[in-house]
């Protein structure tokens, strides 16, 4: 899980609204996982050194998303430009999945209130 200091201000970043929404099921451009996306920030709010020791990093003045990933126990943190919405229809694996939502309809999960942990 990603650290977010919260010394670190984000103010001078531009705000960019989300283009995927909570439920929508993604696909990374670069590592090809699928992920149902949990929560999306409209700019990068990760610790300035979990960006940097990232092996790639995005411009942090874009969204980033809160990705459950198929398969896994895992959730990952993109950046908008690395995602692409998935068009498998399947449902995706993952324990957290009731944790966060509480329907899958028409290829995307319906939000639960649960908030995401900051």
């Excluded at 531009?14 to 590592?31: C, D, F, L, T, W």
Aim: charged fraction near 25%; proline fraction near 9%.
């Amino acid at each position: 899980m990603i650290q977010i200091n919260p010394s670190f201000s984000e103010d001078r970043l531009p705000a960019s609204k989300p283009r995927y929404e909570p439920g929508q099921i993604v696909r990374h451009k670069r590592y090809g996982y699928r992920g149902v996306i949990v929560a999306a920030d409209s700019s990068c709010q990760a610790d300035p050194a979990w960006y940097m020791a990232n092996k790639t990093q995005p411009d942090r003045a874009q969204a980033w998303y809160h990705v459950l990933v198929d398969g896994t126990a895992s959730s990952t943190y993109p950046a908008e430009e690395n995602l692409i919405l998935d068009s498998d229809p399947s449902p995706i694996r993952h324990p957290w999945l009731e944790k966060f939502f509480q329907a899958f309809e028409q290829g995307r999960y319906i939000r639960n209130d649960a908030v995401w942990p900051a």
